[in-house]
């Protein structure tokens, strides 16, 4: 079964920096498409970023375009999640994700950057910006 392990949340002042990390199991990270989502207070799960990196194609939601870079290491089949400049506003959970298997990758558009285009999901990491 597909397993995704978040790694690398925490508490960082407005301004700072925090690398997230997404371990995959029985998901080939260099072949697939892979996401991140933020699940902010009192808001619904809504998409960060993601990648198809045999296209080279990334895709940010406005608010985190400059700001942070989702990139990966095929070799340790693992995804990231560069944030810096952080702001209140990206308080919340991180989580990472995976489409159902044998999905077209190819086929991946910014538009699909939201949750129901996903379904296999790690348990999510915290992330705390104090102003």
């Known amino acids: 079964a597909v397993q995704l392990v978040v790694s690398g949340g925490g508490s960082v002042q407005a301004g700072g920096s925090l690398r997230l990390s997404c371990s995959a199991s029985e998901y080939r990270v260099s072949t697939g498409c892979m996401g991140w989502f933020l699940h902010a207070p009192g808001k619904e799960r809504e998409g960060v970023a993601q990648?198809?990196?045999?296209?080279?194609?990334?895709d940010y939601v406005d608010s985190v375009k400059g700001r942070f870079t989702i990139s990966q290491d095929n070799a340790k089949n693992t995804l990231y999640l560069q944030m810096n400049s952080l702001k209140p506003e990206d308080t919340g959970i991180y989580y990472c994700?995976?489409?159902?298997?044998?999905?077209?990758?190819?086929?991946?558009?910014?538009?699909?950057?939201?949750?129901?285009?996903?379904?296999?999901w790690g348990q999510g990491t915290q992330v705390t910006v104090s102003s």
């Open positions: 990648i198809y990196w045999v296209a080279d194609r990334t």
């Open positions: 994700a995976a489409p159902i298997l044998g999905t077209r990758c190819a086929d991946l558009r910014p538009v699909d950057l939201r949750p129901t285009s996903y379904a296999y």
